[in-house]
């Protein structure tokens, strides 16, 4: 899709309101994750050195309409070194800024209105404005005021961090390198029947696992325990598998899983076949035999799609094996230029992160939700807007 960019404006002195995902983890005052503003820097910079007056706009959680400050954005203004606007319909301070200058509004899920996308409130928030950036590729699969309503109000471009997700994601989409292996895991077949089907549709190989898998396995008649899958699924699942057969995929399901007696971090694990799970084992991560057939399967593809942990990688070293392994051998083939690995969702960029794969992917992608129904084929509302 082309998109409407900022390559060629003139930007000095332009009020320009930047919408970015912000929506990072806090605890106790403190970014866990820095990744999604690390990689809205660019554009912001790009912004900043043409000379506009830059006036961010975010969300972080879900406060429902109401203004509690344990979703407040401070710490992200404070790791950015820039000043926090604590409301985000205030506009006195725009009289005060200089080109170059660049501010963050609080949260603006503070207000009811966001979310329901109101035309009054869109028109607020983008008085002042001479022109609006969409960054934010995460929450472009949501029709808000700050991602939609504002774009039908002022001039509206795609930054160089959505516009970039866009062509890689086309890229692999539209012509990928073959084979293509598409790996996708999680915790519900409920809400990923329409990307199974798109990938079932578009890849020669569909590794499905984690819960999801549990769900498939279930469906064919293995014992699965005491563990989270979807038993009202048990139908979607034989289907999804039979419109794979249709369209030539080859799906590979867990053979085996990591179990124990307990979900916890510290539970003893041990490796079973799907005939020797009994009743009250837990699954929590792949298995070994289903860990090597993955990595050959990696190392047979030149396209590699993954979205979701195979298992709880964030408990480390004994139930990230799975997700861990998956992510070691994509790095190690792309660094060795043998494949092209895109990576979307977050789960799936934490574990790139706990086991030091990240900067070896081709492209890590920002989005989760919004990475996954582009995959689907879905119309995005926050990216059609700006389609040129």
Same mark, same amino acid.
């Given at each position: 899709?082309?998109?409407?960019?900022?390559?060629?404006?003139?930007?000095?002195?332009?009020?320009?309101?930047?919408?970015?995902?912000? *929506? /990072?983890?806090?605890? #106790?005052?403190?970014?866990?994750?820095?990744?999604?503003?690390?990689?809205?820097? +660019?554009?912001?910079?790009?912004?900043?050195?043409?000379?506009?007056? /830059?006036?961010?706009?975010?969300?972080?959680?879900?406060?429902?309409?109401?203004?509690?400050?344990?979703? $407040?954005?401070?710490?992200?203004?404070?790791?950015?070194?820039?000043?926090?606007?604590?409301?985000?319909?205030?506009?006195?301070?725009?009289?005060?800024?200089?080109?170059?200058? =660049?501010?963050?509004?609080?949260?603006?899920?503070?207000?009811?209105?966001?979310?329901?996308?109101?035309?009054?409130?869109?028109?607020?928030?983008?008085?002042?404005?001479?022109?609006?950036?969409?960054?934010?590729?995460?929450?472009?699969?949501?029709?808000?005021?700050?991602?939609?309503?504002?774009?039908?109000?002022?001039?509206?471009?795609?930054?160089?961090?959505?516009?970039?997700?866009?062509? *890689?994601?086309?890229?692999?989409? !539209?012509? +990928?390198?073959?084979?293509?292996?598409?790996?996708?895991?999680? $915790?519900?077949?409920?809400?990923?029947?329409?990307?199974?089907?798109?990938?079932?549709?578009? $890849?020669?190989?569909?590794?499905?696992?984690?819960?999801?898998?549990?769900?498939?396995?279930?469906?064919?008649?293995?014992?699965?325990?005491?563990?989270?899958?979807?038993? #009202?699924?048990?139908?979607?699942?034989?289907?999804?598998?039979?419109?794979?057969?249709?369209?030539?995929?080859?799906?590979?399901?867990?053979? #085996?899983?990591?179990?124990?007696? !307990?979900?916890?971090?510290?539970?003893?694990?041990?490796?079973?076949?799907?005939?020797?799970?009994?009743?009250?084992?837990?699954?929590?991560?792949?298995?070994?035999?289903?860990?090597?057939?993955?990595?050959?399967?990696?190392?047979?593809?030149?396209? =590699?799609?993954?979205?979701?942990?195979?298992?709880?990688?964030?408990? +480390?070293?004994?139930?990230?094996?799975?997700?861990?392994?998956?992510?070691?051998?994509?790095?190690?083939?792309?660094?060795?230029?043998?494949?092209?690995?895109?990576?979307?969702?977050?789960?799936?960029?934490?574990?790139?992160?706990?086991?030091?794969?990240?900067?070896?992917?081709?492209? /890590?992608?920002?989005?989760?939700?919004?990475?996954?129904?582009?995959?689907?084929?879905?119309?995005?509302?926050?990216?059609?807007?700006?389609?040129?």
């Amino acid at each position: 899709m082309k998109l409407r960019t900022i390559d060629g404006l003139d930007l000095r002195g332009k009020y320009v309101l930047l919408r970015d995902d912000f *929506n /990072v983890q806090i605890i #106790d005052g403190q970014i866990t994750d820095t990744f999604r503003i690390d990689q809205s820097m +660019p554009t912001i910079n790009k912004l900043r050195n043409a000379g506009a007056r /830059v006036v961010i706009v975010s969300h972080l959680g879900r406060p429902k309409g109401t203004r509690a400050m344990e979703y $407040s954005l401070k710490p992200v203004a404070d790791y950015m070194g820039i000043p926090l606007i604590p409301d985000a319909l205030d506009k006195d301070f725009l009289k005060n800024m200089h080109d170059g200058d =660049v501010v963050l509004l609080e949260n603006v899920r503070f207000y009811d209105c966001e979310e329901k996308n109101d035309p009054v409130f869109a028109q607020n928030l983008a008085s002042g404005f001479d022109l609006f950036v969409n960054d934010a590729f995460a929450v472009s699969h949501r029709a808000h005021a700050s991602t939609v309503g504002v774009a039908s109000i002022l001039p509206s471009y795609a930054g160089d961090l959505l516009a970039d997700e866009i062509k *890689n994601l086309d890229a692999v989409m !539209e012509n +990928p390198k073959r084979p293509l292996l598409s790996i996708v895991a999680g $915790s519900k077949v409920s809400t990923k029947i329409g990307v199974l089907k798109a990938l079932a549709k578009l $890849s020669d190989m569909l590794i499905i696992g984690g819960a999801l898998g549990t769900t498939f396995n279930y469906a064919l008649g293995d014992h699965v325990g005491n563990s989270l899958f979807e038993p #009202d699924q048990k139908q979607t699942a034989l289907d999804i598998l039979a419109y794979a057969r249709e369209n030539h995929c080859d799906v590979m399901l867990p053979l #085996d899983k990591g179990v124990a007696k !307990e979900f916890k971090r510290d539970a003893a694990r041990t490796n079973k076949n799907f005939d020797q799970i009994e009743p009250d084992d837990v699954i929590i991560d792949a298995g070994i035999e289903t860990t090597a057939r993955n990595v050959d399967a990696i190392n047979r593809a030149a396209t =590699v799609i993954w979205n979701g942990t195979v298992g709880m990688a964030e408990w +480390p070293p004994v139930w990230s094996y799975g997700s861990f392994s998956i992510a070691d051998a994509m790095a190690a083939r792309t660094r060795a230029g043998q494949i092209t690995s895109i990576v979307g969702g977050g789960d799936t960029v934490a574990a790139l992160v706990a086991s030091h794969t990240k900067d070896a992917m081709t492209y /890590v992608s920002t989005g989760g939700g919004a990475f996954l129904e582009y995959i689907e084929g879905r119309t995005l509302p926050g990216i059609v807007v700006l389609a040129a």
